[in-house]
Every structure is written in C-alpha cells, then in structure tokens.
T-cell receptor
C-alpha cells in the first residue's frame, strides 16, 4: 500500500515569492493534517481536514498561509509571500478518521523549504 | 494545550532495554498518549498508543501510572536501527495535537 506522498521534496525560493506544497494521502483516509517542523523541534499542527472541511486551522497564519483539500483527497498548502522564517520542513499526514485527535497518523516524508 | 516534557537525549548500547519517560501533568480525562519515532529526513512513524496501565505491541511497551501524569516508552533490546528521535504526544480530549521537542536516542555497539 502506498504511503503519504508529498511533492516536491525540496524547494528553494527567494523571500516574497509564493510556494506551494502538494500532498496525496493514503487511499481511504478521511483526515489530513499539515504540520510545520523546525530543526530540532517537534511538528506543529497547521491545519486538520475532515474530508473537505478544515476542522482545525487555529494555528494556520492566515495572512500568508492558505490550504485547500478539494474533493476530500489531495491537498495543497500555499505560502504567499514567503518569509525567511518560513524555512522549515512541511509535513503532511493522514489518518482514517473518526477518532479525532487520537487517530493514528501516517506521515509523508515532508517538503524541506529554504527561503533565501 | 498539553505540555509534554521529555529528556533531550539518551544513550544506550545494542541489546539493552531503553526506557524514555514523558511528563504530561495537565493531561485531560479523554486524552490518549501516543509515541512516534522519527528518523532523519522522514516523517514521524507511529509506535504505540495507550490510555492507562500497560500496552504492549511487537516493538514496544507503554507504561502509564494511575494518575496518568507521565508515561514511559520501553524499547526492549535496542539495535543501531533504533537510533532516532522519539516523541510523546498527548491529545484527544481537552488537548489538541502538540508534539514536544522529543528525545534523541543514540544506540551504539
């Protein structure tokens, strides 16, 4: 069974440029998460989807970050414009759903963003 | 948010048992405790989850005392491939998803 797929794996951009990350969750998983992970730190939840609905986006910096999950499958996370402090690894995870925050999450390999 | 506290790092040798303790004093009634393992350049991977007492699976055991204010992940007979960062996560009830800084486990020959 294929795991969570993320692309690109690496991205280097200049500050003020836009950037987008794509995630394809495990087939059949209704819940999708986006995390940000800084070096030496644990993942920080940005947004959680239940199917197409963003049920928790309280940690998403909405002035520059946006996300969508059309048709309840793939998801895209966008930053516009990017700032130097956005350099981090962006992780996508999925879970079957139905158990809220206790669901077992399956993570993708992440996208390493470097903002110059 | 549930704040978890773990040792920053631990060292061990192959074949030894490793116990990593996580403190979570403000755990809520409906919160579960979950441990994840993360290798460099990979996303975290689920190890084990529990609510109280003891849970065991093919790779680890999780011990949770009656007051649930801490938990201990036990890895029996570690090998070099167990070198990774281990995260304790408390969530589900009154607390949302908050990973701590994790414990870097280093296993040597």
């Amino acid at each position: 069974e294929a795991g969570v797929v993320q692309s690109p794996r690496y991205k280097i951009i200049e500050k003020k440029q836009p950037v987008a990350f794509w995630c394809n969750p495990i087939s059949g998983h209704n819940t999708l998460y986006w995390y940000l992970q800084n070096l030496g730190q644990g993942p920080e939840l940005l947004i959680r989807y239940e199917n197409e609905e963003a049920v928790d986006d309280s940690q998403l910096p909405k002035d520059r970050f946006s996300a969508e999950r059309l048709k309840g499958v793939d998801s895209t996370l966008k930053i516009q414009p990017a700032e130097l402090g956005d350099s981090a690894v962006y992780l996508c995870a999925s879970s079957l759903g139905g158990q809220g925050y206790t669901d077992t999450q399956y993570f993708g390999p992440g996208t390493r963003l470097t903002v110059l | 948010l549930a704040k978890t506290t773990q040792p920053i790092s631990m060292d061990s040798y192959e074949g030894q048992e490793v116990n990593i303790t996580c403190s979570h004093n403000n755990i809520a009634t409906n919160d579960y405790i979950t441990w994840y393992q993360q290798f460099p350049s990979q996303g975290p991977r689920f190890i084990i989850q529990g609510y109280k007492t003891k849970v065991t699976n093919e790779v680890a055991s999780l011990f949770i005392p009656a007051d649930r204010k801490s938990s201990t992940l036990s890895l029996p007979r570690v090998s070099l491939s167990d070198t990774a960062v281990y995260y304790c996560l408390v969530a589900g009830g009154g607390n949302k998803l908050t990973f701590g800084t994790g414990t870097q486990l280093k296993v040597e020959l």
